[in-house]
């Protein structure tokens, strides 16, 4: 026999957090975390930098179009960088640029409380910032100085804009396709 329940509120009405954004936040942090449990860090980074590209170009094509231009001028590229994480309630800020790099601070990540645990998802954001750089400017090699996934209280991303003199560097490497 089946038993039925006497609840007066609607279940729509129900008071649960649960709407698109925080499902998809959700659903990519667990999958972040699948697959770092199932084939480590560094191959669940790699499938994420895979996406990463993927949307990375997508958004460059855009940002492009929207700016009428071919290619973007490293103050152009700075502020898409900005603005696209604006976009998706990323809190970044440009600190620094200049010839040799773009120092972009972090004070929000757009995938919020998520992201705790979860740095493969940092990849995202490596390669969709490498990505625009590198198309636009030729060369970038992103390091994730600090990220809050590893529990710093912000993130600082250096984007550096030149090939490295010595032999050890850190960050990843993108270069124009």
């Known amino acids: 026999m089946t038993q039925s329940y006497q609840s007066k509120i609607p279940v729509k009405e129900l008071d649960i957090p649960l709407e698109r954004d925080v499902f998809m936040r959700s659903m990519l942090r667990e999958l972040a975390g699948a697959l770092q449990d199932v084939v480590g860090m560094e191959e669940a980074s790699g499938f994420v930098s895979l996406v990463g590209q993927r949307i990375g170009d997508q958004l460059n094509k855009s940002y492009r179009e929207a700016l009428s231009q071919r290619r973007l001028n490293r103050e152009q590229v700075a502020d898409v960088l900005v ?31 998520k992201i705790e645990g979860r740095p493969a998802l940092c990849m995202m954001t490596s390669n969709v910032f490498g990505n625009i750089t590198a198309e636009n400017l030729g060369y970038a090699r992103v390091d994730l100085e600090e990220t809050i996934a590893e529990g710093a209280p912000g993130c600082r991303v250096v984007i550096h804009l030149n090939l490295p003199m010595e032999e050890q560097v850190t960050g990843r490497e993108y270069f124009r396709g």
């Open 83 to 113: 603005d696209l994480k604006r976009r998706i309630n990323g809190g970044f800020s440009i600190v620094e640029q200049n010839d040799e790099r773009i120092v972009l601070s972090n004070t929000h990540c757009p995938f919020a409380e």
